[in-house]
């Protein structure tokens, strides 16, 4: 079985179900979000996930028509006081990813959270920094955006709807200190720090 650890405290199976530590077990929990979860990030009693939705160019690529109200997800919060019942507090997005446009790919991937502050991969969105001091009201407080890259392997931009254009393609990120990583598929990994 596969396992993708958040920390010491939750994983998501080869299904992208989600386990949470109780005690020296782990309790299933049933997060139920429209597109599925991808990734998560637990800090405190809260907890980060993405969606990672492909639909808009999956619909695209089998020449399906765009549907009303499709779009490309999420990053949602959840409290966890009890750790069986989650219960979502907030929803946030970029304004590309609530469209269908297909023209990037506007999911967002991992998330990270350090103290109060969330740190968001969001594909060509770029770093995505949202303060959750008030988890029910998100606020983005930064963020950075790569300059386009063309893909170097050719093989995104036709499948995940580049179109052959550069786009940045930020896939990981990770907090080191006042470092932030930044892996982008298309050209490499970026070094951010921020400023007040």
């Known amino acids: ?39 998560a990030a637990a800090e405190r009693s809260l907890l980060v996930t993405t969606d990672e939705e492909f639909s808009p160019t999956d619909r695209k690529a089998a ?9 490309w997800g999420f990053a949602r919060t959840w409290s966890l006081p009890d750790r069986a019942y989650p219960t979502r507090l907030s929803d946030f997005a970029t304004p590309h990813s609530l469209t269908n446009k297909t023209d990037g790919f506007y999911a967002v991937h991992n998330p990270e959270v350090r103290g109060n502050t969330r740190y968001l991969s969001w594909y060509p969105d ?14 983005e ?30 896939w990981g990120v990770h907090v080191g200190g006042d470092r932030i990583y930044l892996s982008d598929i298309n050209f490499g990994l970026y070094i951010v720090t921020t400023t007040k």
């Open 63 to 71: 020449s399906e028509p765009k549907l009303v109200g499709d779009t």
């Open 141 to 170: 407080i930064g963020f950075f955006r790569p300059r386009p890259t063309l893909d170097p392997t050719g093989f995104l931009g036709p499948n995940f709807g580049a179109g052959g254009h550069p786009i940045p393609f930020d």
């Open 126 to 139: 770029g770093l995505r920094i949202v303060d959750i001091t008030n988890p029910a009201t998100p606020r």
């Open 1 to 39: 079985m596969r396992r993708s650890f958040i920390g010491d405290d939750a994983y998501l199976d080869k299904d992208d179900a989600l386990y949470l530590r109780t005690g020296s077990t782990y309790l299933y929990i049933q997060v139920v979000t429209p597109n599925g979860t991808n990734n």
